[in-house]
């Protein structure tokens, strides 16, 4: 069974960093992106990057360059998400997610990590 | 960025009923376009791939259609296990997948 399994919730104070993992299973971790989405509380959700872990070329959305660092070690089929300083308003639930694409077809999203809530208060 | 705008952001409906979100994009996508299912407390879920192709193991009651800028997502009779949010997602703009705001299914 292909699983992505995520690390447990956070809570942090403003200012600390926070690095939070994805762990892959049952499928060739080097051979598929694995993705970051971001939902805030209420909040619809948000493409964060992708990595692609077999030579860890690594893409921003515009919004959270500079903001995260997505990272992975392939030895350990496991994909990280970072911040070096948490704000209030990192405060939301993280979803890894790995991206599939068959032959030519158009790609799709799935499966999708269990969810890391990260709580941010000062 | 393709812009990816869903409606209704919310919509009523009973058991049994036939409903269908739309979503647009803001550039044309052709057929880059999935649709997945949020239920509250748990992560999305694949049930619509390249606009109109049914995940494995999805019922056969959801469908989508569509292709260039307008698509369509059908529940051609809704169970109770069916109330949830449905979030389309572009595809065309690799890596720069963008969602729509979403359309949260509620109980009539």
């Known amino acids: 069974e292909v699983q992505l399994v995520q690390s447990g919730a956070e809570v942090k104070k403003t200012g600390e960093s926070l690095k939070i993992s994805c762990k892959g299973s049952?499928?060739?971790?080097?051979?598929?992106?694995i993705g970051w989405v971001r939902q805030m509380p209420g909040k619809g959700l948000e493409w964060m990057g992708i990595?692609?872990?077999?030579?860890?070329?690594?893409r921003y959305s515009p919004s959270f360059q500079g903001q995260v660092t997505i990272s992975a070690d392939k030895s350990i089929s496991t994909a990280y998400l970072q911040w070096s300083s948490l704000k209030a308003s990192d405060t939301a639930m993280y979803y890894c997610?790995?991206?599939?694409?068959?032959?030519?077809?158009?790609?799709?999203?799935?499966?999708w990590g269990q969810g890391t809530p990260v709580t941010v208060s000062s | 960025d393709i812009q990816m705008t869903q409606s209704p952001s919310s919509l009523s409906a009973s058991v049994g009923d036939r409903v269908t979100i739309t979503c647009r994009a803001s550039?044309?996508?052709?057929?880059?376009l999935n649709w997945y299912q949020q239920k509250p407390g748990k992560a999305p879920k694949l049930l619509i791939y390249?606009?109109?192709r049914l995940q494995s193991g999805v019922p056969s009651r959801f469908s989508g259609s569509g292709s260039g800028t307008d698509f369509n997502f059908t529940i051609s009779s809704l169970q109770p296990e069916d109330f949830a949010t449905y979030y389309c997602?572009?595809?065309?703009?690799?890596?720069?997948?963008?969602f729509g705001q979403g359309t949260k299914l509620e109980i009539k």
């Open positions: 997610v790995r991206r599939v694409v068959v032959g030519g077809t158009p790609c799709w999203l799935d499966p």
């Open positions: 049952g499928y060739s971790f080097t051979s598929y992106w």
């Open positions: 990595i692609y872990p077999g030579d860890s070329d690594t």
């Open positions: 550039q044309r996508i052709i057929n880059y």
């Open positions: 390249a606009a109109s």
């Open positions: 997602q572009q595809s065309y703009s690799t890596p720069l997948y963008t």
